[in-house]
């Protein structure tokens, strides 16, 4: 076989043969994982005569005729055509407000500058493609404050994880209003949210936010009918369900039980959807045609996921590449009998969604009323899983046979799978970006802001194939420009900050990538360290991230103090190789130490190297925590609700399933509650008053040198 040939399907293919870890050690794929990945991407390359014919698929497109259906382009800038035309070619541009212009090619290949945003029409020949015309960068914080250097702060929260009388068990939209109300009182201009997207209705031991059916609908157990409905009707349902001696029960736990709550929400739910469709009055007949409209709206996205979860729930059946071959094809004449048959099950899942919609649309109204310059900032996970209703209803746009994971780094020595199936970069190209489109757009409807996590996801994913161990996966290349010209283009028009979670094995000049087009990475304080160590004080943090103490994935500031984090390691077997607990105590002392001088709760002259936790009152490392993230040049702070409240337990230890509750745990309080204590309030004012310092401390380099300050 042709060494050579191998490479040039390899690079055609997207498939990156060399590559950097965490430590700067470079590896390249040996030919036996190459061929494998090269299968699970669509391109065969066993032999001679298949990689032949994979490099002859993966041909650039020889006229307008065979172009994909959207083309990017950034605004004010010439755009490269997908095949090369000849000078003078004639091209008819008619814009999204209807402005029509027509020109000739003035150089071979090259489309002239267009200065409107906008997904418009081009047409050369009987060829017609949509041009999405991007800003050259996002919608940034600082054009949502009309401030160069703005200093804003917010909370973090998991959405399950907000308390309600009424809420059933499961942190919902009602809550989270509530919560935003309260934030924005204490001067919060954002909530950051855990992600929202849909998940099974019919495994409702499936509860990871982050390995969700669909990124394109939403949770509907986050729902709170009662803000559309009225009290009134939803008493009726659980009273009609008999679900009421459950409910307090499940209100009342430390741990969210979520088949518990889920099956319990989801019995009475079905009750008030029935009551509302059976109902003549005045306002029953106006819901149902908000319902309607909401239905038509969601057209064929929405569609498809209710006919999916009706279909899986009917069948028994959780994943549906073991359906009968005639309703795996999401537009067949099988599912569309299904839909007719059982049309009142489809109207159900719509009803959710139209429920679960309209509450976030209502946090977010409230949000933005309270006087929150961002309001809502919505997750969006880096996949879904294989089984579920994205992968169903956009088979042609995902790869089968390949999850989404992580090499091998310093946190996580053996690498990572993590089960979920990635878009196809040849897929997504020949649709027309439709799946990435409207996720984003699903996680903008509601927000002022999207955090888009493993965002190096737009560049490069590292792809695990089924059954193998995660350091036997490999990097692939995506279409990058195209996908950032798409969220510039997306967040502009919602008007949208994006975040991008940028932590782990980042490429060379990547964060450099994401500040030039107005993306904030993510800077976590446990992570903020010079060569020696120590941690780095506020001056010396990123520009051009956000700031925050932990993340769901790693210790509250809290735990990390006490080594709760090292007692569940432990516990659990996942200190590393030659690593004991004693070990990490021992280290987390020294931590604790450095921690604390850099916070200005020890001498720096002092000699101490090691701190015991209880040398220090946990509330002094949360207030002076907050103070340091607030002093930072980052344009937004955001402080996890766990940190303001000085819990110890993180919501998720990677690494494990149900050895930790992962994605369980509840808030202490009701949310109108939370912030009731001095010590709460005091913190989040200490934030706020370091916001506006920093705020004020805003000097230019340019303008320093020129007052001659050294």
Same mark, same amino acid.
């Given at each position: 076989?042709?060494?050579?040939?191998?490479?040039?399907?390899?690079e =055609?293919?997207?498939?990156?043969?060399?590559?950097?870890?965490?430590?700067?050690?470079?590896?390249?794929?040996?030919?036996?994982?190459?061929?494998?990945?090269l299968?699970?991407?669509?391109?065969?390359?066993?032999?001679?005569?298949?990689?032949?014919?994979?490099?002859?698929?993966?041909?650039p497109?020889?006229s307008?005729?065979?172009? +994909?259906?959207?083309?990017?382009?950034?605004?004010?800038r010439g755009?490269?055509?997908? #095949?090369?035309?000849?000078?003078?070619?004639r091209y008819?541009?008619?814009?999204?407000?209807?402005?029509?212009?027509?020109?000739?090619?003035?150089?071979?290949?090259?489309?002239?500058?267009?200065?409107?945003?906008?997904?418009?029409?081009?047409?050369?020949?009987?060829?017609?493609?949509?041009?999405?015309?991007?800003?050259?960068r996002?919608?940034t914080?600082?054009?949502?404050?009309?401030s160069?250097?703005?200093?804003?702060?917010?909370?973090?929260?998991q959405?399950?994880?907000?308390?309600r009388?009424?809420?059933?068990?499961?942190?919902?939209?009602?809550? *989270?209003?509530?919560?935003?109300?309260?934030?924005?009182?204490a001067?919060?201009?954002?909530?950051?949210?855990?992600?929202?997207h849909?998940?099974?209705?019919?495994?409702?031991?499936?509860?990871?936010?982050?390995?969700p059916?669909?990124?394109?609908?939403?949770n509907v157990?986050?729902?709170?009918?009662e803000a559309?409905?009225?009290e009134?009707?939803?008493?009726?349902?659980?009273?009609?369900?008999?679900v009421?001696?459950? *409910?307090p029960?499940?209100?009342?736990?430390?741990?969210?039980?979520?088949?518990?709550a889920?099956?319990?929400?989801?019995?009475?739910?079905?009750?008030?959807?029935?009551?509302?469709?059976?109902?003549e009055?005045?306002?029953?007949?106006?819901?149902?045609?908000?319902?309607?409209?909401?239905?038509?709206?969601?057209?064929?996205?929405?569609?498809?996921?209710?006919?999916?979860?009706?279909?899986?729930?009917?069948?028994?059946i959780?994943?549906?590449?073991?359906?009968? !071959?005639?309703?795996?094809?999401?537009?067949?004449?099988?599912?569309?009998?299904?839909?007719?048959?059982?049309?009142?099950?489809?109207?159900?899942?719509?009803?959710?969604?139209?429920?679960?919609?309209?509450?976030l649309?209502?946090?977010?109204?409230s949000?933005?009323?309270?006087?929150?310059?961002?309001?809502?900032?919505?997750?969006?996970?880096?996949?879904?899983?294989?089984?579920?209703?994205?992968?169903?209803?956009?088979?042609?746009?995902?790869?089968?046979?390949?999850?989404? !994971?992580a090499?091998?780094? =310093?946190?996580?020595?053996?690498?990572?799978?993590?089960?979920?199936?990635?878009?196809?970069?040849?897929?997504?190209?020949?649709? !027309?970006?439709?799946?990435?489109?409207?996720?984003?757009?699903?996680?903008?409807?509601?927000?002022g802001?999207?955090r888009?996590?493993?965002?190096?996801?737009?560049?490069?994913?590292?792809?695990? +194939?089924?059954?193998?161990a995660?350091?036997?996966?490999?990097?692939?290349?995506?279409?990058?420009?195209?996908?950032? $010209?798409?969220?510039?283009?997306?967040?502009?028009?919602?008007? =949208?900050?994006?975040?991008?979670?940028?932590?782990g094995?980042?490429?060379?000049?990547?964060?450099?990538?994401?500040?030039r087009?107005?993306?904030?990475?993510?800077?976590?304080l446990?992570?903020? $360290?010079?060569?020696?160590?120590?941690?780095?004080?506020?001056?010396?943090?990123s520009?051009?991230?956000?700031?925050?103490?932990?993340?769901?994935?790693?210790?509250?500031?809290?735990?990390?103090? =006490?080594?709760?984090?090292?007692?569940?390691?432990?516990?659990?077997?996942?200190?590393?190789?030659?690593?004991?607990?004693?070990?990490?105590?021992?280290?987390?002392?020294?931590?604790?130490?450095?921690?604390?001088?850099?916070?200005?709760l020890?001498?720096?002259l002092?000699s101490?190297?090691?701190?015991?936790?209880?040398?220090?009152?946990?509330?002094?490392?949360?207030?002076?925590?907050?103070?340091?993230l607030?002093?930072? +040049?980052?344009?937004?702070?955001?402080?996890?609700?766990?940190?303001?409240? !000085?819990?110890?337990?993180?919501a998720? *230890?990677?690494?494990?399933?149900?050895?930790?509750p992962?994605?369980?745990?509840?808030?202490?309080?009701?949310?109108a509650?939370?912030?009731? #204590?001095?010590?709460?309030?005091?913190?989040?004012?200490?934030?706020?008053?370091?916001?506006?310092?920093a705020?004020?401390?805003?000097?230019?380099?340019?303008?320093?040198?020129?007052?001659?300050?050294?």
């Amino acid at each position: 076989m042709s060494e050579e040939r191998l490479d040039a399907l390899t690079e =055609a293919a997207g498939l990156i043969g060399e590559w950097q870890d965490s430590k700067g050690c470079t590896h390249r794929l040996d030919d036996a994982t190459r061929r494998e990945l090269l299968a699970g991407l669509g391109f065969p390359a066993e032999n001679a005569s298949e990689i032949d014919a994979s490099l002859e698929r993966l041909r650039p497109p020889a006229s307008p005729a065979h172009w +994909p259906p959207l083309i990017t382009a950034e605004q004010g800038r010439g755009t490269a055509l997908p #095949s090369v035309l000849p000078e003078g070619t004639r091209y008819v541009l008619v814009l999204e407000n209807g402005e029509r212009r027509e020109g000739r090619l003035p150089r071979a290949g090259k489309l002239p500058p267009v200065e409107t945003p906008g997904y418009h029409r081009l047409q050369i020949g009987d060829s017609v493609r949509t041009l999405a015309v991007a800003p050259p960068r996002c919608f940034t914080l600082a054009d949502a404050c009309d401030s160069e250097t703005p200093r804003q702060w917010g909370l973090a929260a998991q959405l399950y994880a907000l308390r309600r009388p009424g809420d059933g068990g499961i942190g919902d939209t009602l809550a *989270l209003e509530r919560l935003v109300r309260h934030a924005a009182e204490a001067g919060a201009a954002a909530v950051a949210i855990s992600p929202t997207h849909a998940m099974f209705s019919a495994d409702v031991t499936r509860y990871s936010p982050y390995a969700p059916s669909s990124r394109l609908l939403y949770n509907v157990l986050h729902a709170a009918p009662e803000a559309l409905l009225g009290e009134e009707p939803v008493k009726r349902a659980k009273d009609i369900s008999g679900v009421n001696d459950a *409910l307090p029960r499940l209100e009342a736990e430390p741990l969210l039980d979520w088949p518990a709550a889920a099956i319990a929400k989801l019995t009475w739910l079905r009750a008030l959807c029935e009551d509302l469709m059976q109902r003549e009055d005045a306002k029953a007949v106006r819901l149902r045609q908000a319902l309607a409209a909401f239905r038509q709206r969601g057209g064929s996205t929405l569609e498809h996921h209710c006919r999916f979860e009706a279909l899986q729930q009917r069948l028994g059946i959780l994943d549906w590449r073991q359906w009968p !071959g005639e309703l795996r094809d999401p537009t067949g004449p099988e599912v569309a009998r299904f839909a007719e048959v059982d049309a009142r099950d489809v109207e159900f899942h719509a009803f959710l969604q139209w429920l679960v919609s309209e509450g976030l649309a209502r946090a977010q109204a409230s949000a933005r009323e309270a006087g929150m310059t961002v309001g809502l900032i919505a997750d969006l996970a880096v996949g879904a899983d294989a089984a579920g209703s994205q992968a169903w209803s956009r088979q042609a746009e995902m790869l089968e046979g390949l999850s989404i !994971g992580a090499p091998p780094d =310093a946190f996580n020595v053996h690498g990572q799978d993590w089960g979920l199936a990635p878009f196809s970069p040849q897929g997504l190209v020949r649709s !027309g970006f439709r799946s990435f489109i409207d996720m984003l757009r699903a996680g903008f409807a509601h927000a002022g802001g999207l955090r888009i996590d493993h965002v190096m996801g737009l560049m490069r994913l590292w792809l695990v +194939p089924h059954g193998k161990a995660p350091t036997a996966g490999g990097y692939v290349r995506y279409p990058f420009d195209d996908l950032l $010209r798409l969220v510039a283009l997306e967040s502009w028009r919602h008007r =949208a900050i994006v975040i991008g979670e940028d932590l782990g094995t980042v490429p060379p000049g990547f964060r450099q990538r994401l500040a030039r087009h107005g993306i904030l990475g993510m800077r976590v304080l446990w992570f903020e $360290r010079d060569d020696d160590g120590g941690f780095l004080p506020p001056a010396q943090w990123s520009r051009d991230a956000i700031a925050t103490s932990t993340t769901h994935d790693l210790p509250t500031l809290a735990g990390w103090w =006490a080594g709760r984090d090292i007692e569940w390691r432990d516990r659990l077997g996942l200190l590393g190789e030659g690593r004991d607990a004693d070990g990490e105590q021992a280290e987390r002392r020294s931590d604790r130490a450095r921690l604390a001088r850099s916070f200005g709760l020890l001498d720096p002259l002092a000699s101490s190297t090691v701190l015991e936790a209880t040398e220090l009152p946990v509330s002094q490392v949360l207030d002076a925590g907050a103070q340091q993230l607030g002093l930072t +040049p980052a344009p937004l702070t955001l402080l996890p609700v766990e940190d303001a409240l !000085g819990l110890e337990e993180q919501a998720n *230890l990677p690494g494990t399933l149900d050895e930790h509750p992962n994605w369980r745990r509840r808030l202490p309080d009701a949310t109108a509650r939370l912030f009731a #204590s001095t010590e709460v309030r005091d913190r989040l004012e200490q934030l706020a008053m370091a916001r506006r310092q920093a705020a004020q401390a805003v000097t230019t380099p340019e303008t320093a040198d020129d007052d001659g300050d050294e």
